[in-house]
């Protein structure tokens, strides 16, 4: 994941961004340094008037006039530093806007795989920590470090006209200011990448703990979480101690060593005016011009600082943002206008990406093939693949191996958008957001009107026994998700389905989506759902006999492969381990020879 580049590479990444922005970040570097010169002219100012006007027989006009242009030279230095902040804060506040919208973009973009991988923490504090310390950098940070490096190299040149000897006294403190800066730079750049990975995972650890409260105060771990908490959080503030001793040491030699040439510059200095080798006001213009150039180099410390943690924090967002979707569109997508809705899976592999090697593959050569209208139960024992087989049809996960069709057109021939309008999912573990009912509903559907869209999300709402979002305060406009009104398992469950067949889709894939309902429910969801499978082909995960119950057929998977296809009676008659996986299901029949015997006998009834 993590990335080496050097502090150039990181900085010039950023240049595509800063682009369209560079006039507005050059005139403000501009009015930085005009602020900068206005602070540099006036010890000049200082020579004049101690030479000149303080100097016996010097005119109390020229006082007057000196006053006048230190007034002015002060004020302009505010106005460049009002206009600096006019110039560049608008701009690069957009400029942290749009790469957060491309980084959030990009997120929806990569597949399931690569966020099972990331903790949701590590990603929250790219999009918002990392983007904001970007933004300031290139606001403040690159300016001032240009101009505090302009106003250093300038002061100096200053310096030396007035008196090389002095200067370059002073100019003696910057090599061991180099030398331990190149250190300060390695130490400083790892313990920012550090602390910023922490701050990460302590995000992730907030973020789960806030989600499985209910777990957590239900077993009575909220003590354990929070001593894990705390050693996290222990971890990061150690962290952030040697960080800023690191910088403060840095800071002490950025201040300390000028102060100390300043001091010897001075005796020299003296020395020199009293021989008259050097005048009164160009002795004081020195030590003021040497004043005003002192301050920029002890800003360059925290400088540095933000300049290393802004690359920390562009590698963090490339990290993320070159992270490839190898689930793509094909060049030539094949357009399924309206399909039957056929579905062949033929030799169909899957493993994981952090499967151990060596390992069988989970789904190990799948051939089964779904007719059009059909709904066909996919059963097998825990952890068999049922679920990973079903996300390989929305290709939220691809195939390894082997192919997946739909009307023969294979679904990587298929436009992204285009397969998934014709195929919809329900989890059992359902998501809803932050949004009201109807905009959960309808999110995959696409009405004409408003007055269709009250159609189809009546009718949704109608199949899968959700009629009480007509009921909660604001009917269904009531925002419900993490930022609305809880609603109970059940009732998230029959939302969740709603939203799933509310596009028609010509595809349903769904993983146990009743498993939180009550059986009186389940049973008029699943009259209604009955009804609405007729023309839509449906795989359906059972884990419950009453799910298997809905099916045309039944899929046994076992060990990774599909080893028998065919009704439910079928199946019991002839196969052992399928009779074995019914009968450890909840709620299975234990008398499986009598079920068995009520099947035929219905079967018989039926056809005569
Ligand atoms: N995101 C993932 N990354 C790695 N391995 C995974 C991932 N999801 C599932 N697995 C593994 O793949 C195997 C199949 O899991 P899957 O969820 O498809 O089984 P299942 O048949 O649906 O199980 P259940 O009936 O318990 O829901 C399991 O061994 C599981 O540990």
Redesign the pocket.
């Known amino acids: 994941m993590q990335t080496q580049t050097t502090l150039w590479e990181s900085l010039s990444r950023l240049y595509p961004h800063i682009k369209p922005i560079l006039p507005r970040l050059i005139l403000g570097l501009v009015c930085a340094l005009g602020a900068s010169l206005m602070a540099l002219a006036i010890p000049q100012v200082f020579r004049v008037l101690i030479n000149d006007a303080l100097a016996v027989g010097g005119a109390t006009s020229t006082v007057w006039i000196a006053a006048g242009v230190v007034l002015l030279l002060g004020v302009l230095e505010a106005t460049f530093v009002a206009l600096r902040r006019q110039f560049v804060i608008a701009p690069a506040t957009t400029v942290e806007t749009n790469m957060r919208t491309s980084f959030y973009r990009h997120l929806q973009d990569l597949t399931?795989?690569f966020h099972?991988r990331w903790g949701s923490g590590q990603l929250l504090s790219r999009a918002m920590t990392d983007l904001n310390l970007m933004r300031r950098w290139m606001a403040f940070g690159l300016i001032m470090l240009v101009v505090t490096s302009l106003t250093v190299v300038i002061g100096v040149v200053i310096m030396f006209l007035t008196s090389w000897v002095l200067a370059l006294i002073f100019l003696a403190a910057a090599l061991p200011i180099m030398i331990y800066g190149f250190r300060f730079r390695t130490s400083y750049s790892k313990v920012s990448r550090k602390s910023q990975d922490q701050a990460g995972d302590l995000a992730t650890t907030v973020e789960e703990s806030v989600h499985g409260i209910r777990v957590l105060k239900a077993f009575g771990r909220s003590r354990e979480a929070l001593e894990g908490f705390n050693l996290q959080a222990e971890e990061l503030r150690q962290t952030e101690i040697y960080k800023a001793r690191s910088l403060a040491n840095f800071s002490l030699i950025v201040t300390l060593l000028p102060e100390l040439a300043l001091g010897a510059s001075l005796v020299v200095g003296v020395l020199f005016a009293a021989n008259g080798d050097l005048s009164i006001g160009a002795l004081v213009a020195f030590f003021a011009t040497a004043a005003v150039v002192a301050t920029p180099v002890e800003f360059i410390g925290p400088l540095l600082a933000m300049t290393f943690t802004a690359k920390t924090a562009i590698d963090r967002h490339y990290e993320v943002m070159e992270s490839v979707n190898t689930i793509t569109d094909p060049e030539e997508p094949v357009r399924l206008a309206d399909p039957r809705g056929d579905v062949t899976f033929t030799d169909v592999h899957f493993r994981?990406?952090?499967?151990e090697e060596g390992t069988p593959d989970?789904l190990n050569g799948i051939n089964l093939t779904l007719r059009a209208g059909e709904t066909m139960a996919l059963v097998?024992?825990?952890?068999?693949?049922?679920?990973?087989?079903?996300?390989l049809v929305p290709r939220l996960y691809e195939v390894t191996g082997g192919s997946i069709a739909i009307d023969g057109t294979d679904l990587r021939s298929i436009s992204i958008a285009d397969l998934r309008t014709h195929v919809s999912v329900a989890f059992?573990d359902t998501t809803l957001f932050s949004n009201s009912v109807r905009e959960n509903v309808l999110m995959g559907a696409e009405p004409r009107d408003d007055k269709h869209a009250d159609e189809i999300l009546e009718g949704a709402l109608e199949v899968a026994q959700a009629h009480f979002a007509y009921s909660l305060p604001d009917g269904v406009d009531t925002l419900i998700g993490e930022e609305g009104l809880s609603l109970s398992g059940g009732q998230r469950q029959r939302i969740a389905l709603a939203r799933s067949i509310a596009s028609k889709p010509r595809v349903l894939v769904l993983?146990?989506p009743l498993s939180a309902l009550d059986v009186r429910t389940e049973e008029l969801v699943e009259e209604g759902l009955r009804k609405v499978l007729l023309h839509t082909t449906t795989l359906i995960?059972a884990?419950r006999p009453s799910t298997v119950a809905l099916a045309d057929r039944v899929a046994l998977?076992e060990d990774g492969r599909v080893t028998d296809v065919g009704t439910h009676t079928e199946l019991l008659a002839r196969n052992t381990h399928y009779r074995y996986v019914i009968a450890s299901l909840p709620d299975g029949p234990t008398d499986l020879d009598a079920e068995l015997e009520d099947l035929e006998n219905d079967d018989e009834g039926a056809l005569t």
């Open positions: 399931v795989a099972d994981y990406p952090d499967a989970v097998g024992v825990t952890g068999c693949g049922k679920s990973t087989l079903l996300q059992e993983d146990d995960v884990h998977l």
